[in-house]
């Protein structure tokens, strides 16, 4: 097998590795093969337990430790355990050796067990959530006005799980160290940010309104109190092309000290009904350990590293970049990403920090030494590499890619061009690239997967089909089954919707329940029951003596995933599905106080909300691929299409605000205030409307979701809309377009028809 060989910027990376260096890594440029490689090369010098390689996934952790073990001297065993992770599972690991009194730090009299769980369930927590905030609202009548403004008492999990990921903490009366002033926001940097969107735009020679005055036009539709300034004060009356410029203080200036006490209260009594329900989410878990980083200097000496190397940095968030710095010994810091493919903000990630990476490594490392030094090195020397040749696409791909960074989100956006390091294609290959429209966009499609199966030699397995969200992918295989083309959909699966989940979750009712007719419903009808004989059992309440035996044998069953095991069973499951089924209950109820009803509840909830969870399982190899674009980041195949670039779908619209929010520089802000003048009402907040019309970015990650896709693709590339229904993501590409009338192939159908129960 041929030898691979480091191109120079490649090597340059690989054998530099004293100091501080930002590695800018496009789509495609062999990024992962440069960084295994720079690890082998520290190898030379220094033992496995020095270097802390920081992995966005723990696939890629293991992809690249099994990468390092194939070519280094070390043994796979011990590569095996070596510090390569994620930031979750590292931060989990520090607190199992050190964190019993971490939560004391923080003036929390609860302690740290070796088995706390890390729940990843988002409806587990939300269920433990909704425990907690019910018997919150009665401890605390002073903070009604604030939960009377709030529609989905869930907002305010993810505000708290937001603010922890920045390192915001409470502590006793206070706020950990001077997190407080993230809260109330920066005052000087969102002035600069209010006038250049308040700058009239130049054009032909002449100006027209701001970007803020135009904003703000949405400001007469809201639902504002009595005393709130009217559009005409703020925006100016007819030919004004600015917003009066002393709203920018009027706006930022707001007493919020009711809002922090009631955010602080929340915040703490939440972590401390975490912990005594032995349990943290992501969020919570760094920030402790962030707290016991920063507060203990011996915990720290011990748990730092001689070399710190951190993959995909634009997906970090800002506690990631701050416990970097503390496990960091010397100044052996290596980040390597992409801002163009930072697609995870929902999960807390923030682009600025490889964006702004020289400025918030001065600002963080500051900030870290306010009260006594604790990163020992100094910042201000940064090299910067940039890796161009990309060994994926055809350069016409890359190019297309790069403009589609700049794509308007609607007729009224008009977004800056961003400075870009432009990709280099090495491959030497010509491909086809096309946006086609049509009446029926998944027929359309389909015909296109048969055109490129049966004209251009490419397998099934070859072609990918890429979309915003789920459904269009889950609507397409069930249609290209229609027409025998063999398509599955990956990236996570409905598990609770899977017959073993059904029948399990009917056995749990009757556990519950022995005359629940939902329960006995399903069981009858698998038992191979006539709907008939079964509506008339349920009437009769006359069960099969069998059935009353086995749920007898369920009552005695100790666990939830005995439970499960003996159902499965019974009914001849065994297979990936069955395997998660039990994997997932027994996480995510273990060491808790749980009862019937809660776990029923959390199946019920997981097959109305389709949360989806990876199964392993082996599926027709030769099929295409349908995902959505997060699922396909990192992957890559001959040709690609990205569908449903719709209105509303891609770029996504959500128009959903949560009442209180978090957002730099603002800081922490109510979108609606509960006000009790002459009558008690909930009005929108004025100040915070002009607040976040300042703010920029508001489709910049749609623009890089698109990118993202659009970089999986290694010759084909098309993107595909609905003729009536078609976004500006689709109609601004620069791209040829082609109409499709044509239908696929068409297969006779089997209609069978079958009485079921609903479930």
């Known amino acids: 097998m041929t030898e691979f060989s480091p191109n120079k910027q490649q090597k340059e990376l690989i054998e530099n590795t004293e100091g501080i260096y930002l590695v800018d890594a496009g789509a495609g440029t062999g990024k992962t093969f440069a960084i295994t490689r720079r690890y082998i090369n520290i190898l030379e010098d220094q033992e496995p337990e020095d270097i802390f390689l920081a992995t966005f996934t723990r696939n890629a952790a293991d992809e690249m430790k099994e990468r390092i073990s194939q070519k280094s001297g070390y043994r796979a065993s011990e590569i095996f355990d070596a510090p390569i992770s994620t930031f979750h599972a590292h931060c989990q690991k520090i607190l199992e050796r050190n964190g019993h009194e971490a939560p004391q730090i923080l003036g929390i009299d609860e302690y740290l067990t070796e088995d706390v769980r890390v729940l990843e369930s988002q409806i587990r927590e939300r269920q433990e959530f909704e425990d907690f905030i019910s018997n919150f609202k009665q401890r605390h009548e002073e903070h009604q006005d604030f939960f009377r403004i709030v529609r989905d008492d869930s907002n305010l999990l993810s505000l708290l799980k937001s603010i922890a990921a920045k390192g915001i903490m409470p502590e006793n009366n206070s706020w950990f160290g001077d997190t407080e002033k993230y809260l109330d926001g920066d005052f000087d940097e969102f002035k600069q940010l209010f006038e250049e969107k308040n700058k009239p735009i130049k054009e032909n020679g002449g100006s027209k309104q ?3 005055r135009r904003r703000l036009y949405s400001y007469k539709w809201k639902n504002f109190d009595p005393d709130a300034p009217s559009i005409d004060d703020i925006r100016g009356g007819y030919g004004t092309k600015q917003v009066r410029k002393d709203f920018c203080e009027k706006a930022f200036q707001e007493d919020r000290e009711e809002l922090k006490q009631f955010v602080h209260d929340l915040y703490t009594e939440y972590l401390e009904y975490c912990l005594s329900r032995n349990y943290l989410n992501f969020s919570f878990l760094m920030a402790l350990t962030y707290a016991l980083l920063h507060k203990k200097p011996q915990i720290r000496e011990e748990e730092s590293f001689e070399y710190i190397m951190i993959d995909e940095f634009q997906d970090t968030n800002e506690i990631q970049f701050k416990l970097a710095l503390l496990l960091a010994d010397k100044p052996n810091f290596c980040v390597v990403g992409d801002w163009k493919q930072s697609i995870y903000s929902f999960q807390y990630a923030a682009v600025e920090n490889i964006l702004e990476f020289e400025d918030r490594l001065e600002k ?3 900030e870290l030494n306010g009260s006594q030094e604790r990163v020992n090195f100094s910042t201000e020397e940064v090299e910067k590499i940039e890796l161009k040749k990309n060994y994926r696409s055809t350069q016409e791909i890359l190019d297309i890619s790069e403009k ?7 007729s009224n956006e008009n977004p800056e061009t961003p400075e ?3 990709l280099e294609s090495e491959t030497g290959e010509d491909g086809e690239v096309l946006r086609i429209e049509a009446e029926d966009e998944i027929e359309a499609v389909l015909t296109k997967i048969q055109e490129l199966k049966q004209e251009e030699s490419f397998d099934y397995s070859d072609i990918a089909v890429l979309a915003r969200t789920r459904s269009f992918g889950l609507d397409l295989q069930q249609k290209a089954r229609n027409y025998n083309i063999s398509a599955a959909y990956e990236g996570g699966v409905e598990l609770f919707t899977t017959n073993p989940a059904i029948v399990l979750l009917a056995w749990l009712r009757i556990l519950q329940d022995r005359h629940s007719r939902r329960g006995w419903a399903v069981v009858l009808e698998e038992a191979g029951y006539k709907l008939e004989e079964a509506e008339k059992i349920l009437e009769e309440g006359d ?3 069998n059935m009353l035996k086995f749920e007898l044998e369920l009552q005695k069953t100790d666990s939830v995933e005995a439970v499960a095991e003996k159902v499965f069973e019974r009914y001849g499951y065994r297979n990936g599905f069955t395997e998660k089924i039990i994997e997932v209950l027994g996480d995510t109820f273990s060491s808790t106080y749980m009862n019937l009803g809660q776990l029923i509840n959390f199946i019920e909830e997981n097959i109305e909300e389709g949360e989806i969870y990876e199964v392993d399982s082996t599926g027709n190899e030769n099929a295409v691929t349908i995902q959505t674009i997060h699922a396909a980041k990192g992957l890559e ?3 690609v299409f990205i569908s449903d670039v719709n209105r509303s779908k891609f770029p996504s619209t959500n128009g959903f605000s949560p009442c209180i929010i978090y957002k730099d520089p603002i800081g922490l802000r109510q979108c609606k205030k509960f006000l009790r003048n002459d009558y008690a009402y909930s009005f929108d907040n004025w100040r915070t409307e002009i607040l976040e019309k300042c703010l920029s970015g508001e489709y910049d990650e749609e623009r890089r979701l698109m990118y993202v896709a659009m970089t999986r693709a290694e010759k084909n590339l098309y993107i595909t809309a609905d003729e009536e229904k078609a976004s500006t993501f689709f109609t601004e590409l620069d791209i ?10 068409k297969v006779e159908e089997e209609n ?8």
């Open 404 to 410: 589609s960074l700049s794509l308007p989100a609607n």
């Open 752 to 759: 069978g028809e079958r009485k079921v129960f609903q479930v």
């Open 637 to 639: 195949y001959p040709a």
């Open 364 to 366: 963080y490392s500051g």
């Open 210 to 212: 701001s970007e803020l």
């Open 736 to 745: 040829e377009k082609v109409e499709s009338r044509d239908a696929p192939e």
């Open 543 to 545: 069960y099969p003596i």
């Open 420 to 422: 870009i390091t432009s």
